[in-house]
């Protein structure tokens, strides 16, 4: 198999955007040019950031990006042509806290290490895929991830507190601080507004769902007369 080279004017601007973080050997590119799909796609190179600063400036420079953490998806998300991120390596960071009532944990964390963490705690996280001996935390909360046991009570968004977000403009925000409202309306008015209806809209869709339960309860199968 020929492999073709990359392009030099996106290595430069990836160089110039985060210095020191492409991988082009042959090695790095067939490395990761498949996940748990059928597909094969080699990228030009794999970047390996190292904190979400630097995916962000990632993110500011325009160029076509994939994110892959553990590559276990079955569709193909995690294989590319182009640039292919790497929030696996390192972002592996596990921090219990409150006795194991929380835990902080960044995307290339395995589910299962995260749970190992917690188990002398007597605790879990909620969403338990199959794949989650080797799944990471990046791809469980991408996907909403759930499980054969946590059905949607104790899928990922419900297990979730906060999140520290990389947004495509590249702006971070972190869901858990005091002034993050305020942060995103200033920083991305817009997205704060579509947001903001989306909000409404979901609030009257389950206003009009518990008045439809309550109807439902007040009749009968028989129906009236």
Same mark, same amino acid.
């Given at each position: 198999?020929? /492999?073709?080279?990359?392009?030099?004017?996106?290595?430069?601007?990836? &160089? %110039? %955007?985060?210095? !020191?973080i492409a991988r082009a050997r042959a090695s790095d590119r067939l490395g990761l040019a498949h996940d748990a799909s059928h597909?094969?796609? $080699?990228?030009?190179?794999? /970047?390996?950031? &190292? #904190?979400? @600063?630097?995916?962000?400036?990632?993110?500011?420079?325009?160029?076509?990006?994939?994110?892959?953490?553990?590559?276990?998806?079955?569709?193909?998300?995690?294989?590319? @042509?182009?640039?292919?991120?790497?929030?696996?390596?390192?972002?592996?960071?596990?921090?219990?806290?409150? !006795?194991?009532?929380?835990?902080?944990?960044?995307?290339?964390?395995?589910?299962?290490?995260?749970?190992? +963490? /917690?188990?002398?705690?007597?605790?879990?996280?909620?969403?338990?895929?199959?794949?989650?001996?080797?799944?990471?935390?990046?791809?469980?909360?991408?996907?909403?991830?759930?499980?054969?046991?946590?059905? $949607?009570?104790?899928? $990922?968004?419900?297990?979730? &507190? #906060?999140?520290?977000?990389?947004?495509?403009? !590249?702006?971070?925000?972190?869901? !858990?601080?005091?002034?993050?409202? @305020?942060?995103?309306?200033?920083?991305?008015?817009?997205? %704060? @507004?579509?947001?903001? +209806?989306?909000?409404d809209r979901v609030r009257k869709i389950r206003t009009r769902c518990v008045a439809s339960r309550r109807s439902s309860r007040s009749r009968t199968p028989w129906g009236?007369?």
């Amino acid at each position: 198999m020929s /492999l073709t080279a990359p392009d030099p004017a996106v290595l430069a601007a990836v &160089e %110039a %955007a985060v210095p !020191g973080i492409a991988r082009a050997r042959a090695s790095d590119r067939l490395g990761l040019a498949h996940d748990a799909s059928h597909y094969l796609l $080699t990228p030009q190179a794999v /970047l390996v950031p &190292e #904190s979400a @600063e630097q995916v962000a400036a990632l993110l500011r420079t325009g160029l076509p990006l994939t994110f892959r953490s553990g590559g276990t998806s079955l569709s193909g998300q995690a294989v590319s @042509e182009h640039l292919l991120v790497d929030t696996r390596r390192h972002f592996r960071g596990i921090e219990v806290l409150d !006795g194991g009532k929380r835990v902080r944990v960044q995307p290339g964390a395995v589910l299962r290490q995260v749970n190992a +963490r /917690l188990a002398p705690y007597g605790r879990k996280l909620g969403p338990d895929p199959a794949s989650e001996s080797a799944c990471t935390i990046g791809g469980v909360v991408a996907n909403n991830s759930s499980g054969m046991t946590c059905g $949607t009570h104790a899928n $990922t968004y419900r297990t979730l &507190e #906060s999140m520290t977000i990389v947004l495509p403009s !590249g702006t971070v925000i972190d869901t !858990g601080a005091p002034d993050a409202d @305020e942060r995103l309306r200033t920083l991305e008015p817009a997205l %704060a @507004e579509g947001l903001a +209806r989306l909000r409404d809209r979901v609030r009257k869709i389950r206003t009009r769902c518990v008045a439809s339960r309550r109807s439902s309860r007040s009749r009968t199968p028989w129906g009236t007369g």
